[in-house]
């Protein structure tokens, strides 16, 4: 459902049932994937960053500079 996420343990219940995830965020668009029992993310038309755990995606996936624990309130989501 588009809009936003109210906090991170939204987006988590999305990464644990492995729904692709589109968000955009300051003009750009992202996405989140689950491939292999891991999860593959970036922005859109670039080259991904894999991650084995919807926790290490949570601390470590950066989005212009931030960590996507800390805007996630912020995105907005287009497709989950």
């Known amino acids: 459902m588009p ?3 109210k906090n991170i343990n939204e987006l988590k219940d999305d990464l644990h049932m492995l729904s692709d ?19 593959s993310a970036g922005e859109i038309y670039k080259e991904p960053i894999n991650f084995d755990s919807v926790d290490e995606l949570i601390d470590n996936f950066k989005i212009q500079k931030q960590y996507l624990k800390d805007i996630v309130t912020e995105i907005n989501i287009y497709a989950r």
């Open 3 to 5: 809009g936003k996420y």
């Open 21 to 39: 995830i589109e968000f955009g965020y300051k003009d750009k668009k992202y996405f989140i994937c689950p491939v292999n029992d891991n999860f």
